[in-house]
Nanobody, 123 residues
Framework: QVQLVESGGGLVQAGGSLRLSCAAS????????MGWFRQAPGKEREIVGT???????RYADSVKGRFTISRDNAKNTAYLQMNSLKPEDTAVYYC?????????????????WGQGTQVTVSS
């Protein structure tokens, strides 16, 4: 069982930065693959990026070069650094964890989800 708690969301102007954190409970955080997703009003939840237990990282094309995913297994925490934010990045951001190692870009692969944190980018 893993419990996830996101923090770090807020209101920022276009071009600004935010860092989201995802704190996990449990002793086996290092064994889980982590995903960051987002959901804008009226839209489906979409993948932002993933980081495997071994540190392999993948990003959605829409955030490549602007967002950075990392994890600190000693702190049981995953991070999403968001730079050069755009109004279209406005959404509720979720972190998720899964022991599965395939199709990590698919929300249905994840067993555990955080409560979400709102990110609003003003133009």
């Amino acid at each position: 069982q893993v419990q996830l708690v996101e923090s770090g969301g807020g209101l920022v102007q276009a071009g600004g930065s935010l860092r989201l954190s995802c704190a996990a409970s449990g002793r086996t955080f290092s064994a889980y693959n982590m995903g960051w997703f987002r959901q804008a009003p009226g839209k489906e939840r979409e993948i932002v990026g993933t980081i495997s237990w071994s540190g392999t990282i993948r990003y959605a094309d829409s955030v490549k070069g602007r967002f950075t995913i990392s994890r600190d297994n000693a702190k049981n925490t995953a991070y999403l650094q968001m730079n050069s934010l755009k109004p279209e990045d406005t959404a509720v951001y979720y972190c998720a964890a899964t022991p599965k190692s395939f199709n990590l870009g698919v929300a249905g692969q994840y067993d555990y989800w955080g409560q979400g944190t709102q990110v609003t980018v003003s133009s």
